[in-house]
């Protein structure tokens, strides 16, 4: 079982980091998270802590009209400079709370004199934390059931405008909507951002009018009513970031992703700390 008072530099990367200069084009952001697959990264000036950017803040640029000059403009424009930051020898379950009422999937570890030394994301949540822990029920206890899904044939600006509008990085493509299934692979921020950055000459309609299915990833998935540790345990050792919950005939039921095990391991962990 998981020492909740234990360092979160246990849990985290520490000594690597990469992080992103808030005078450098936006561009570079997004071009980091995508040849790396980070989803996350801290700003910084003088080395020092200074914000934070997220894959959320890259799509919200490719869903505006004007997203190629925007691309150019300096990070420090779209960054968020309220920054939930912790000491690497901060306990577990402080971080992890701080992460879960902030509803952000990474935290910047910082010395004290203020500069970046690692980074406990959600991901590093699923890997080295929550398969330690007592999960019981259903996979359905904990995954998101309320989800948008799109079609093969749905225009890539409209999948766009839905992960902005709805603040998500994953959605379900289907073979019918209204269906709901059967899943046929999922769509993400970073694939997104990725196929916009090796396009950037059609922004913005000629390449928002590509379908989905020209971004179309595989998905890893459970059966709907699966034991929760095994779902837990199944998106440890996944690629993704993210599983689909199905029931028969493939349809989508739900989505189990790190920012769901994310934020129910920072309740667990906190009544570890305090029964």
């Given at each position: ?25 936006l ?68 971080t ?70 709805l ?12 269906e ?30 590509d ?12 059966p ?28 989508v ?22 029964p």
């Amino acid at each position: 079982m998981i020492d909740p008072e234990r360092p979160v530099k246990y849990f985290a990367k520490l000594g690597w980091v990469k992080t992103i200069d808030a005078s450098r084009p936006l561009k570079e952001a997004a071009e980091l998270m995508a040849s790396h697959g980070f989803r996350h990264a801290p700003v910084t000036s003088a080395g020092r802590l200074v914000g934070f950017i997220s894959i959320k803040d890259i799509i919200s640029v490719l869903n505006s009209a004007n997203a190629h000059d925007l691309l150019k403009e300096e990070v420090s424009k779209f960054m968020s400079r309220k920054v939930i930051a912790a000491h690497p020898d901060d306990p577990l379950w402080e971080t992890l709370k701080a992460m879960a009422e902030a509803d952000v999937g990474a935290v910047p570890l910082i010395n004290d004199d203020g500069v970046p030394v690692g980074i406990f994301t959600e991901r590093d949540v699923v890997i080295n934390v929550a398969p330690e822990l007592a999960w019981e029920g259903p996979v359905e206890s904990l995954a998101t059931q309320r989800l948008s899904c799109v079609e093969p044939g749905t225009p890539l600006g409209d999948a766009i405008d839905l992960m902005d509008e709805l603040k998500v990085r994953h959605l379900p493509v289907v073979e019918s909507f209204r269906e709901r299934g059967p899943a046929e692979g999922m769509v993400t921020a970073l694939g997104i951002t990725d196929y916009v950055l090796k396009n950037l000459k059609r922004l913005p309609k000629d390449l928002k009018a590509d379908p989905v299915s020209t971004v179309l990833e595989d998905y890893g998935y459970v059966p709907k009513g699966a034991p929760l540790a095994d779902a837990v345990r199944a998106l440890a050792g996944s690629r993704g970031d993210a599983l689909l919950v199905l029931g028969e005939n493939r349809s989508v039921e739900g989505i189990l992703t790190d920012r769901d095990v994310m934020l129910g391991s920072a309740k667990f962990v906190e009544k570890l700390a305090v029964p």
